[in-house]
């Protein structure tokens, strides 16, 4: 159980000062909204990567109770389709969308390709 928790802490350090809200672009903010919002996701794609086997729960014992619960918490974390992984990992991929989506407008504003894949560290856009 103390790694499941240390691995908690690690995902709230990394995560930490994350808030969510609107904001308005413009020609003027918009490769600086696609440079943090696509560094956002991959933060956050790194920090969750091998989280798995840091926060899978292996049975306390052999009985059918352990077994059971185990199963239970796994899929919660890991295996429904609906687990704490399947969250974060669409959250990570609706930002990497909306990063694609503001590459896109700051095309549309007339924004060269080159300022705009220097933005994304030329791995995105």
Not at 11 to 31: C, H, K, M, P, W
Not at 101 to 121: H, K, M, P, V
């Amino acid at each position: 159980m103390g790694s499941f928790n240390a691995a908690f802490e690690k995902l709230g350090e990394a995560t930490r000062g994350i808030t969510s809200g609107t904001f308005t672009v413009s020609r003027d903010n918009v490769l600086a909204a696609a440079r943090i919002i696509d560094s956002t996701a991959e933060m956050l794609f790194d920090a969750t990567r091998h989280v798995r086997r840091d926060l899978e729960i292996r049975p306390p014992g052999n009985d059918q109770v352990s077994l059971s619960i185990t199963d239970g918490w796994n899929a919660v974390l890991f295996n429904d389709d609906d687990s704490y992984r399947s969250r974060i990992t669409d959250y990570v991929v609706g930002l990497r969308k909306l990063a694609v989506q503001l590459g896109d407008t700051a095309r549309a504003y007339g924004i060269s390709e080159g300022e705009i894949e220097a933005a994304f560290g030329n791995t995105s856009g």
